[in-house]
């Protein structure tokens, strides 16, 4: 009876009792975790394995056993399990809020110095709670010998305590976070680590490591901020004789066709004298600054040449009289089934033009002015399917032709850009039509050619497989 009615004997039934249900509700809990590829399951691990356990010991030697609270072997206890609660409060605050955050979100740009700042004064917290219950230890006069020694240390570690406040105050303020493109007076690159001394720079030719303090005391640019209004202003040289709209016109085009454009802008092309053009292009990233500008630069090389342009006040003597002779003779008259004086008739009609890699031949819902005849190189015909992505129709080579559609005045339904440099010999449509029109059996082979192109085309809008 004297059992009974002791608290003991219930405390000791209830933690025997209770011990088991709760290691196998966590043990469940934590498997179902692990299904579901949650981050709590090291927090659960935790608790099942070491909180749990060291709670109901306590509970035994407190209450069953009637120690008192203040023995020594209690204080450990206790202590120790205040230490596994701040280590469970840490990490289970860091998972639930900072590794599972969206990638675009706030928590995810947080810098890290910030967190480490977090913790450091939950953790101090909660020291300062388990000196001061479990120890009895009086927190003002500890908090006055770690204010004295915090000064100590100050004063010996002056330049490494001023990078890290100048890091703090910098950072409060925001002025980038991280993925940010920033431009300093030594590195120009993508921000992907703030700690407590330094900002990581990722440039192209490697990491740069930029302390706090000289950041923070010397201006930089946010290429990031505000988002989306990166442009890349790119100067080039022409011809005193070169008419400036037609350069203009020229560099616009170019740029627009430009696969690091930023959707919904267009470029703009300025002459600011002495024979200099500046083209501002709307990029999405600073990320595509490199690229971007390679390209332009490759493309307007061919492009200039085209239209009769001097880029850098450049002469271009490639379409010889010998290069489009023989040309003639390789490769359009045997498509357009020509005799030795319908060749002769079209050399002064006819000149060889060179396209860039990944440069655009042609346009959907373009009428060609010509016909255009493939010397050397590769253009693939694409078209763009209901959903937006762009669908392959068919790769012509070394002696095929485009452009059918010149002879018909008609738009193209297909797009064409080089595979790789493109030599090829264009002709205008005036000085064909009359040649195409006295052979019967050419034009029913080009009506054929246009239909299969045709066909293809319309079969890749319905979502057809095109081989």
Same mark, same amino acid.
């Given at each position: 009876?004297?059992?009974?009615?002791?608290?003991?004997?219930?405390?000791?039934?209830?933690?025997?009792?209770?011990?088991?249900?709760?290691?196998?509700?966590?043990?469940?809990?934590?498997?179902?975790?692990?299904?579901?590829?949650?981050?709590?399951?090291?927090?659960?691990?935790?608790?099942?394995?070491?909180?749990?356990?060291?709670?109901?010991?306590?509970?035994?030697?407190?209450?069953?056993?009637?120690?008192?609270?203040?023995?020594?072997?209690?204080?450990?206890?206790?202590?120790?399990?205040?230490?596994?609660?701040?280590?469970?409060?840490?990490?289970?605050?860091?998972?639930?809020?900072?590794?599972?955050?969206?990638?675009?979100?706030?928590?995810?740009?947080?810098?890290?110095?910030?967190?480490?700042?977090?913790?450091?004064?939950?953790?101090?917290?909660?020291?300062?709670?388990?000196?001061?219950?479990?120890?009895?230890?009086?927190?003002?006069?500890?908090?006055?010998?770690?204010?004295?020694?915090?000064?100590?240390?100050?004063?010996?570690?002056?330049?490494?305590?001023?990078?890290?406040?100048?890091?703090?105050?910098?950072?409060?303020?925001?002025?980038?976070?991280?993925?940010?493109?920033?431009?300093?007076?030594?590195?120009?690159?993508?921000?992907?680590?703030?700690?407590?001394?330094?900002?990581?720079?990722?440039?192209?030719?490697?990491?740069?490591?930029?302390?706090?303090?000289?950041?923070?005391?010397?201006?930089?640019?946010?290429?990031?901020?505000?988002?989306?209004?990166?442009?890349?202003?790119?100067?080039?040289?022409?011809?005193?004789?070169?008419?400036?709209?037609?350069?203009?016109?020229?560099?616009?085009?170019?740029?627009?066709?430009?696969?690091?454009?930023?959707?919904?802008?267009?470029?703009?092309?300025?002459?600011?004298?002495?024979?200099?053009?500046?083209?501002?292009?709307?990029?999405?990233?600073?990320?595509?600054? $490199?690229?971007?500008?390679?390209?332009?630069?490759?493309?307007?090389?061919?492009?200039?040449?085209?239209?009769?342009?001097?880029?850098?006040?450049?002469?271009?003597?490639?379409?010889?009289?010998?290069?489009?002779?023989?040309?003639?003779?390789?490769?359009?008259?045997?498509?357009?089934?020509?005799?030795?004086?319908?060749?002769?008739?079209?050399?002064?009609?006819?000149?060889?033009?060179?396209?860039?890699?990944?440069?655009?031949?042609?346009?959907?819902?373009?009428?060609?002015?010509?016909?255009?005849?493939?010397?050397?190189?590769?253009?693939?015909?694409?078209?763009?399917?209901?959903?937006?992505?762009?669908?392959?129709?068919?790769?012509?080579?070394? $002696?095929?032709?485009?452009?059918?559609?010149?002879?018909?005045?008609?738009?193209?339904?297909?797009?064409?850009?080089?595979?790789?440099?493109?030599?090829?010999?264009?002709?205008?449509?005036?000085?064909?039509?009359?040649?195409?029109?006295?052979?019967?059996?050419?034009?029913?082979?080009?009506?054929?050619?246009?239909?299969?192109?045709?066909?293809?085309?319309?079969?890749?809008?319905?979502?057809?497989?095109?081989?």
């Amino acid at each position: 009876m004297n059992m009974f009615s002791s608290a003991w004997f219930y405390w000791a039934v209830g933690v025997g009792l209770g011990l088991p249900v709760v290691i196998v509700l966590l043990t469940e809990v934590q498997h179902t975790l692990v299904r579901r590829r949650s981050r709590l399951v090291r927090q659960v691990g935790l608790v099942r394995n070491y909180m749990v356990p060291l709670g109901a010991l306590l509970l035994l030697i407190v209450k069953a056993t009637q120690v008192p609270a203040h023995d020594t072997v209690v204080r450990i206890l206790t202590t120790l399990f205040g230490f596994l609660v701040l280590v469970l409060l840490v990490s289970a605050l860091n998972a639930t809020l900072f590794e599972s955050a969206p990638q675009d979100s706030w928590r995810k740009r947080l810098p890290v110095i910030f967190l480490d700042v977090a913790r450091f004064a939950v953790i101090g917290v909660g020291l300062a709670v388990i000196l001061s219950y479990i120890w009895g230890v009086r927190i003002a006069g500890v908090f006055t010998a770690v204010g004295v020694t915090s000064v100590v240390i100050g004063l010996m570690l002056q330049n490494s305590v001023g990078q890290i406040v100048s890091g703090l105050f910098m950072l409060f303020e925001q002025p980038f976070r991280i993925d940010d493109w920033l431009d300093t007076n030594t590195a120009r690159g993508r921000v992907v680590e703030v700690n407590w001394r330094a900002v990581h720079i990722a440039t192209g030719g490697g990491m740069r490591i930029t302390p706090n303090a000289v950041l923070a005391s010397t201006p930089f640019t946010n290429l990031s901020r505000p988002p989306g209004t990166y442009k890349l202003a790119i100067t080039t040289i022409f011809s005193n004789d070169d008419p400036p709209d037609q350069v203009c016109s020229l560099l616009s085009r170019v740029a627009s066709a430009l696969p690091q454009l930023k959707p919904g802008t267009e470029p703009k092309s300025v002459p600011l004298g002495n024979l200099e053009y500046r083209t501002t292009i709307g990029l999405t990233s600073p990320a595509d600054d $490199g690229a971007a500008k390679a390209t332009f630069l490759r493309w307007i090389w061919y492009a200039a040449r085209r239209e009769g342009l001097h880029l850098d006040e450049a002469d271009d003597d490639f379409s010889t009289p010998e290069r489009v002779r023989d040309a003639v003779r390789r490769v359009v008259a045997p498509a357009l089934r020509l005799n030795e004086t319908d060749q002769q008739s079209l050399l002064p009609r006819a000149r060889i033009v060179r396209y860039g890699t990944d440069e655009v031949v042609e346009y959907a819902g373009q009428v060609p002015a010509g016909m255009t005849f493939l010397i050397s190189g590769r253009v693939r015909l694409t078209t763009t399917a209901p959903d937006g992505s762009v669908v392959p129709i068919s790769t012509l080579n070394e $002696g095929s032709f485009l452009g059918v559609t010149a002879l018909t005045r008609q738009p193209n339904l297909a797009s064409a850009y080089a595979l790789d440099e493109v030599t090829a010999v264009v002709i205008e449509r005036d000085h064909l039509e009359h040649l195409v029109m006295r052979e019967p059996l050419l034009l029913q082979d080009l009506g054929h050619i246009l239909e299969e192109r045709q066909s293809k085309v319309r079969r890749s809008g319905r979502g057809e497989r095109i081989s």
